[in-house]
């Protein structure tokens, strides 16, 4: 069984950490890279938006002001704001047996990993295979809309996670919050007035939560990867080597940070 590599890569600004993924699949895709898990961090805090949401739904003044920064997805799904979290991706081809199927099958298999990752760090969590619903009025928040195979503390969930299946292969990632107030990302998206943002922040706090909120205690960045790393493991039957990223996967990240993930045409295009 050939092994996966295992990417840890320090903390990034948002458009730098979409373009490393989209390369890793552009290399998957020529045969160029192994399938890949890739553990990383944010650093300013980012907010995504899903490949399709309008840019109207940020509010740029209030952004800066904060000192955030905003990028625009490859995969789908609605904003998250990065910060204080764990975020996951998992790039791997087609016929990856871990990600064949449709879409659901895949994320079911890859769902299951994330559940054993958060049971090992003792966060009595539970996996809900609702049917992925959105509501009538449009929300622009991820953590807000339930979908399938959603992982739920008390019934607040606690992994967003999107994928795009392109012929390259798949890439899936995700976030998993560990501390702080997941309320700030109202501050970062436009409101009518600001009762509206107000009971938008009351909704979060009832259908999201942090690992720090479900255990009552904090867990280091470190110690979530490890239980990550573990349950891919134990879960997928994989073995991991510690790998780091080639020069032409360099290289072509510092390309499209520059030609689309920095780039209003991309950032603002919906």
């Known amino acids: 069984m050939t092994p996966w590599r295992l990417l840890i890569t320090p903390p990034a600004r948002g458009a730098w ?16 890279s192994t399938p890949t898990l890739r553990l990383y961090a944010w650093t300013p805090a ?28 490859a995969t789908g799904g609605r904003a998250i704001l990065h910060t204080d979290e764990l975020t996951y991706s998992v790039i791997a081809p087609l016929n990856e047996p871990r990600v064949a199927g449709s879409i659901l099958e895949s994320y079911n298999r ?11 760090l003792k966060v009595p969590v539970e996996m809900k295979e609702g049917k992925a619903t959105e509501g009538t009025t449009p929300n622009p928040v991820c953590f807000e809309v339930p ?3 959603e992982i739920t503390v008390d019934g607040k969930k ?25 309320t700030r990302i109202c501050q970062a998206l436009v409101f009518e007035n600001e009762s509206a943002r107000e009971n938008a922040s009351k909704r979060l706090l009832e259908r999201a939560t942090t690992v720090e909120s479900a255990l009552g205690k904090e867990i280091s960045w470190e110690t979530a990867a490890q239980a990550f790393i573990h349950a891919f493991e134990a879960q997928l039957g994989l073995s991991f080597e510690r790998g780091e990223l080639s020069e032409s996967e360099s290289r072509r990240t510092d390309e499209l ?3 689309k993930y920095d780039h209003p045409s991309w950032a603002e295009r919906v």
């Not at 490393?20 to 998957?28: M, P, R, V």
């Not at 299946?165 to 997941?182: A, F, I, Y």
């Open 17 to 32: 950490n979409m373009a490393l993924d989209e390369s890793i699949l552009e290399h998957i895709g020529r045969g160029e």
């Open 46 to 73: 980012c907010l995504s938006l899903g490949h399709a949401q309008p840019f109207a739904d940020v509010d740029v003044p209030r952004l800066k002001q904060h000192g955030w920064e905003v990028v625009r997805r």
């Open 110 to 120: 890859l769902a299951q990993a994330l559940l054993l990752a958060v049971k090992q």
């Open 147 to 149: 979908s399938t195979y």
């Open 158 to 182: 606690l992994i967003g996670s999107a994928q795009a299946r392109k012929k390259e292969g798949v890439l899936q990632h995700g976030s998993l919050p560990l501390t702080g107030d997941l």
């Open 257 to 259: 940070v520059k030609e």
